[in-house]
């Protein structure tokens, strides 16, 4: 043990000595763990950032959206139709019995007027439900419930930013919103929803007022460029109750919409599905990215052998005396052993401090997330360790082979 | 103490066979200064190598303190080399990375019982061999003397059997020469078995023994007066 550390003190001084050397020697090491680290933490941040869309979205949930079709645009007068209709719903409903919750909305995007404000907005008319599967923080007033949307009230909750734009001194509460020549109450402000996908100003009103009020033909674009749209339905969404459920069901949606919509004009989402997809991905990413690593780890190991071989060649000599004043060949081996070992245990250091540091600044300018994980820098340093002795063992083995007299008479 | 008996050695060099010891008897006492000559080719390097356990010979009997060093394996030679034998080379051979002290004692760390964190043994050499207050310098603040003084010092930490020198004065002037060899008379006088390789005839003198080697055979052997 204390012959070990002995050797460790003095191959460390032995490095520091030959500080230049030692510096480019240790550069491969430190690049490649360096590498292996920013790399599985750029990763590893993606994948987080990939799987908490996903999960945002509702892992039970199956969504249904309306799609237009490119080709199917028609130049005749006749209205745009396309998408989930209400008989798609109703054949949803009756073969999967055992949803938990089945939430239809249409979507509009046109503009909102208040007194001699007008602001295009993001027009979401829905069911009550579709607040509990979106889980929204209420701010201010209630949310839309059943009885609107038996009774057909003509009320709206709208988001945060679109209140500010819409009422920057009144109190939204008491005020009117017209959209499409419909007066609407506000009765609630929620703030803006987390969804990506989602505007910050948007209007829920009830599904049902919508349809009352201008059926199932919506007017989208500005006055001078727009078209009229048929849709009975945007999006619908199905929550069910486990996992087995959403796979069941999204096979027979899949199967009745596919039966019914031969033109595809809809997308069906499974984020469960999704997820499985983002890890699977995930999986290829990091094998990449493993081998890359790698690769340069192993391109690291081959530079501390090279130095390593001009470090025995350069010191025959003293190899001779040690060898002269009593060293066995193992003390040789050992000594030069070690002296890899530290070598690539420094540069291993060095490459995990960078690798600290480097996801940060990536994080800070590219606006990437990064994770960091505490194993991936034991495994990095663990590596480094090992190409150290598996690259230093061949010139130590090469260097006590050396006969004392030809290494002394060098 | 030292014998060697029948000593034969032969090198194969491509196909042909070289005799560079065809046959020598040696007997070395303890408080011996034996100076071993003879020109370049003579077999004297060859005899320096075994007697320093840094080869084994081809045939004969090679005993250091009636222990039989002929059948040894590698490591048993370096345990021998470390244990019994001190070298001092003619390049001096000191690490350059170390100090003085640090290269004095620098034997100690392949004995089986070390002894190196004691550097009470070490500094007493340092002082005996004229080294006093250079114990912290590195080999190139030391002249060529000094540098040989520091591997005679080294030669002496594990008290060995036997002091084996080869041209130990090559790189050094006449001045420093004289007091080189002093040095190895002090020791002398001391008890130290020394044997010294060279093909100077002022080294030769100061030597209690000369043997003159000549085509691997010992070709004269005479005791110096020195009375």
Not at chain 1, 47 to 71: E, R, Y
Not at chain 1, 243 to 253: D, H, P, R
Not at chain 1, 379 to 398: D, E, M, Q, R, T
Not at chain 2, 167 to 185: C, K, R, V, Y
Request: net charge negative.
């Amino acid at each position: 043990m204390n012959s070990i550390l002995y050797t460790v003190k003095l191959s460390l001084r032995s490095l520091y000595l030959h500080k230049m050397r030692t510096a480019l020697t240790v550069l491969g090491i430190v690049f490649g763990v360096c590498s292996v680290i920013t790399m599985l933490a750029v990763g590893k941040g993606a994948s987080a950032d990939t799987q908490k869309m996903i999960a945002d979205m509702g892992s039970l949930n199956i969504i249904i959206d309306s799609v237009k079709k490119a080709n199917t645009e028609n130049k005749s007068k006749g209205p745009q139709v396309y998408g989930i209709t209400n008989a798609d719903f109703q054949r949803i409903e009756e073969t999967i019995p055992e949803v938990k919750k089945l939430v239809k909305q249409r979507s509009y995007r046109n503009n909102v007027y208040y007194n001699d404000i007008s602001i295009e907005t993001q027009v979401i008319a829905t069911e009550s439900s579709y607040f509990t599967i979106n889980s929204v923080d209420l701010v201010k007033g209630r949310l839309l419930n059943n009885i609107d949307n038996e009774m057909r009230m003509k009320v709206c909750v709208i988001t945060e930013s679109l209140a500010e734009l819409l009422f920057p001194y009144q109190d939204p509460l008491s005020e009117q919103i017209k959209f499409q020549d419909v007066n609407y109450q506000v009765i609630g402000v929620i703030s803006n929803s987390a969804e990506t996908n989602s505007s910050p100003y948007t209007a829920y009103i009830c599904f049902e007022t919508a349809f009352a009020s201008y059926g199932n033909k919506s007017v989208e674009g500005n006055s001078t460029n727009n078209t009229v749209e048929q849709v009975d339905i945007s999006q619908l969404i199905l929550q069910m109750p486990n996992l087995e459920a959403v796979l069941s069901a999204s096979a027979k949606i899949e199967y009745l919409m596919e039966k019914f919509h031969p033109e595809k004009d809809y997308d069906i989402k499974v984020p469960i599905k999704l997820l499985e997809q983002a890890k699977a991905s995930q999986r290829m990413f990091n094998i990449v990215l493993g081998a890359i690593a790698g690769i340069s780890l192993l391109v690291g190991g081959i530079g501390i052998m090279n130095i390593m071989l001009a470090t025995v060649s350069e010191r025959t000599r003293e190899i001779g005396l040690r060898r002269a004043l009593g060293a066995q060949r193992i003390d040789i081996i050992s000594q030069f052993m070690t002296e890899a070992t530290v070598l690539s245990l420094v540069g291993g250091l060095i490459g995990v401090a960078l690798g600290i540091i480097l996801p940060f600044f990536i994080s800070f300018f590219l606006k990437v997330e990064t994770i960091t994980s505490i194993s991936s820098m034991l495994v990095a340093f663990i590596i480094s360790g090992f190409i150290g002795i598996l690259f230093g063992s061949y010139p130590a083995i090469k260097s006590a082979s050396l006969n004392p007299i030809d290494a002394l008479r060098d | 103490m030292i014998s060697l008996k029948k000593i034969k050695k032969e090198f194969i060099i491509g196909n042909q066979v070289v005799r560079a010891i065809k046959e020598v008897d040696l007997e070395i006492k303890q408080g011996d200064y034996l100076a071993i000559m003879g020109t370049s080719g003579s077999g004297k390097s060859t005899l320096l190598n075994i007697l320093g356990c840094l080869d084994v010979p081809t045939q004969g009997s090679y005993e250091i303190e009636g222990n039989n060093v002929v059948d040894l394996d590698d490591n048993q030679l370096s345990q021998i080399r470390g244990s019994q034998i001190g070298f001092v080379f003619q390049a001096y051979n000191l690490l350059p990375d170390l100090t003085v002290l640090e290269n004095i004692k620098l034997p100690l760390i392949y004995q089986k019982n070390r002894r190196d964190e004691d550097d009470a043994e070490a500094i007493r050499l340092a002082h005996l061999v004229g080294l006093k207050g250079r114990l912290d310098h590195k080999p190139n603040e030391l002249s060529g003397g000094q540098q040989q003084r520091v591997a005679i010092a080294r030669a002496l930490i594990n008290n060995p059997v036997l002091i084996l020198a080869d041209e130990p004065t090559g790189n050094l002037d006449t001045q420093t020469e004289a007091e080189i060899l002093d040095l190895f008379e002090e020791l002398n006088a001391m008890g130290k078995t020394i044997v010294v390789v060279t093909h100077e005839d002022e080294v030769g003198e100061r030597a209690k023994r000369v043997i003159v080697m000549r085509d691997g055979l010992i070709q004269s052997e005479k005791d110096n007066n020195h009375e």
